[in-house]
């Protein structure tokens, strides 16, 4: 079945840089784009970044110049290299797939202290 096991977060302070993973299994992760999402307390999920099969990127405003999404299809890993954080960064962050419906990981939980 599918699976996305998200790894990387923790607790920075303003300024600093982390790199989220996300290894995927049960699906031919090359063919379909992946994305991250996330949650801060009390808001809704809002998206962050995608990557398109071909590499193409996007990206959130709030995130645009400090956030890189990538991956390694040989190692069916997504990626989110976050640099400059912030304390509106704070959030559980989400990796995404969808194609009969949405597929979520459980979530790594990033704090940026300011």
């Known amino acids: 079945q599918v699976q996305l096991v998200e790894s990387g977060g923790g607790l920075m302070q303003t300024g600093g840089f982390l790199r989220l993973s996300c290894a995927a299994s049960g699906f031919t992760f090359s063919r379909y784009p992946m994305k991250w999402y996330r949650q801060a307390p009390g808001k809704v999920r809002e998206f962050v970044a995608s990557i398109m099969s071909g590499d193409s990127t996007y990206y959130a405003d709030s995130v645009k110049g400090r956030f890189t999404i990538s991956r390694d299809n040989a190692k069916n890993t997504v990626y989110l290299q976050m640099n400059s954080l912030k304390p509106e960064d704070t959030a559980v962050y989400y990796c995404?797939?969808?194609?009969?419906?949405?597929?979520w990981g459980q979530g790594t939980q990033v704090t940026v202290s300011s």
């Open positions: 995404n797939v969808r194609f009969t419906r949405h597929y």
